[in-house]
């Protein structure tokens, strides 16, 4: 069945290092993948998404490039900051449209993420 | 931005009460809203799908006569978890989808974390 491998964390950085947080996928056919954050007391939300093969998502600095190869989406970003301490979800969606965050969405198990100053 | 709020944040009940959870869309109407389940450490899995004045989709392995749900307005969902025991105990998270700026979009509630004794 389609579901999402998310590295496990926490992840604990300094302020200003680099960040990846792995994900990987199976499905069959042509999800849609995304990256969720959850900062703490609030409800998830979209950080970026990509509907196809080789497209770069990006946001607030993240990147995730969808590489169908790999069947992978790691997110990525160059300089972290105390503000991205969060946790992050890693998610695929087969419907109800391609690139639609509207359908049934298939979650990893989050990764925790601490920056310190 | 569109808010989806939950109510309670968190319970504590004695095996064998029902507790019922709200998941309200505070500025746009919700034609969908989705119920998620998460266990510590683990994905968000969804139990069901429950549209405005019909009746809710539960996914493969939740008991619906355990799990409530009734979607009696465009604005509120409730998930009522008849009685609980402590294998209940979890990270309930609703979100919803709707129209915001005559744009169709998807925005998570920010959890209720049920602990049944």
């Known amino acids: 069945g389609d579901s999402v491998t998310q590295m496990e964390g926490p992840v604990t950085l300094s302020e200003e290092a680099f960040l990846t947080i792995n994900c990987t996928y199976t499905?069959?056919?042509?999800?849609?993948l995304f990256w969720y954050v959850q900062y703490p007391g609030e409800g998830l939300q979209l950080l970026l998404k990509a509907t196809k093969a080789d497209d770069k998502g990006s946001n607030k600095g993240f990147e995730a490039t969808y590489r169908k190869e790999t069947t992978s989406f790691h997110l990525e970003k160059g300089s972290v900051q105390v503000s991205d301490s969060a946790v992050y979800f890693c998610?695929?969606?087969?419907?109800?449209?391609?690139?639609?965050?509207?359908?049934?969405?298939?979650f990893g198990r989050g990764t925790q993420l601490t920056v310190w100053p | 931005g569109a808010v989806v709020s939950q109510h309670p944040s968190r319970v504590i009940c004695k095996s064998g009460t029902s507790v019922k959870i709200e998941c309200r869309s505070l500025?746009?109407?919700?034609?969908?809203m989705f119920w998620y389940r998460q266990f510590p450490k683990q994905s968000l899995m969804l139990m069901a799908t429950?549209?405005?004045?019909?009746?809710?989709?539960?996914e493969q392995g939740v008991e619906k006569d355990k799990f409530l749900i009734n979607h009696a307005s465009l604005t509120l969902s409730t998930l009522t978890v008849t009685s609980a025991h402590p294998e209940d105990s979890s990270f309930y998270i609703c979100s919803a989808k709707g129209l915001q700026r005559y744009q169709e979009t998807q925005y998570f509630g920010p959890g209720t974390r049920l602990l049944v004794l």
């Open positions: 998610a695929l969606s087969k419907g109800p449209g391609r690139g639609s965050t509207l359908g049934r969405l298939y």
């Open positions: 500025d746009f109407q919700a034609t969908t």
């Open positions: 429950s549209n405005e004045g019909s009746k809710a989709t539960y």
């Open positions: 499905a069959t056919g042509y999800p849609s």
